[in-house]
């Protein structure tokens, strides 16, 4: 996996956006490891997997930066084989803007119901995480995954845009405390651990991974993707035309398969 911190050479303190963009044909810019991530991850059967629109990496502030790789040092020392089980995870949140919609729309806007832009200037806060959401599964933490189609489910957006967002995180992992059932009241951990990591089985269909530090958590990438298509829209419309079809009132109508067929046709 991808855990470069270095800068892309493209990028001065100049400049203001946090953003930079990944270039599909630069293999350097890692854009289609993290692409591949994205969707490889993508496991419900049920969800079409989606088309990656820019992937952009975020640029962590020294500020940012230090506190996380301070926290990941002393995880990593503290654990026997020397590894902080640093892993690449997925965030859905919500997005009330259209950063990223364009390559060059990587201005953070400053809506304070902004979640997406909040997190990639700040990173994420245990005092904010999950307040959209009543239900804390592992209680007081930050919420992540390695399912992108999960955390899919979490993402809420404006109406003015075809495409959806998705951040992908470094996550210091350490030694997960593995769960199956549900823990709502949990605002820490036991000793010698560092994360907890739901399984599916009892209480989830697919896994989450929470941390209760902010430093164990930093925002690495922006990946924006198309929004599935509306296939629901055309079942309707091939049942609404059969049914038509069947229907006395219809039947002076040129009804034959030919004519069926050929106004059903575009299906996909
Ligand atoms: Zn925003």
Redesign the pocket.
């Known amino acids: 996996m991808m855990f470069k911190l270095k800068r892309p050479s493209s990028w001065t303190k100049k400049k203001t956006t946090r953003l930079v963009v990944l270039d599909p044909q630069n293999p350097t810019f890692s854009q289609p490891t993290v692409e591949k991530h994205f969707q490889d991850a993508w496991k419900h059967p049920k969800k079409r997997k989606p088309k990656v629109h820019a992937i952009f990496e975020i640029i962590l502030t020294e500020e940012m930066l230090v506190p996380y790789l301070r926290y990941r040092a002393l995880v990593e020392i503290s654990r026997v084989p020397r590894h902080a089980n640093e892993q690449l995870l997925f965030h859905g949140t919500n ?5 990223g919609d364009g390559k060059k729309r990587t201005r ?4 304070s119901r ?1 979640l ?3 997190v990639i200037r700040n990173s994420f806060d245990v005092a904010k995480c999950g307040k959209r959401h009543r239900f804390r599964r592992f209680g007081s933490g930050i919420y992540t995954t390695a399912c992108s189609s999960k955390a899919d489910d979490y993402y809420a957006g404006v109406r003015n845009s075809p495409f959806r967002a998705m951040l992908v995180n470094r996550v210091v992992v350490g030694n997960p405390l593995v769960r199956q059932h549900n823990a709502e009241d949990l605002t820490g951990l036991p000793n010698g651990y560092h994360s907890v990591v739901g399984v599916p089985g009892a209480d989830l269909n697919y896994g989450e991974t929470v941390v209760y530090s902010n430093d164990a958590i930093r925002p690495a990438y922006l990946i924006i993707y198309a929004a599935d298509p509306p296939t629901e829209v055309h079942v309707d419309l091939r049942l609404m035309i059969s049914a038509l079809f069947k229907t006395p009132i219809n039947s002076s109508l040129p009804a034959t398969d030919s004519s069926l067929s050929a106004t059903v046709k575009p299906v996909h």
């Not at 997005?95 to 950063?99: E, F, Q, T, V």
């Open positions: 997005r009330n803007c259209l950063l953070l806007c400053n809506t902004c997406l832009c909040a």
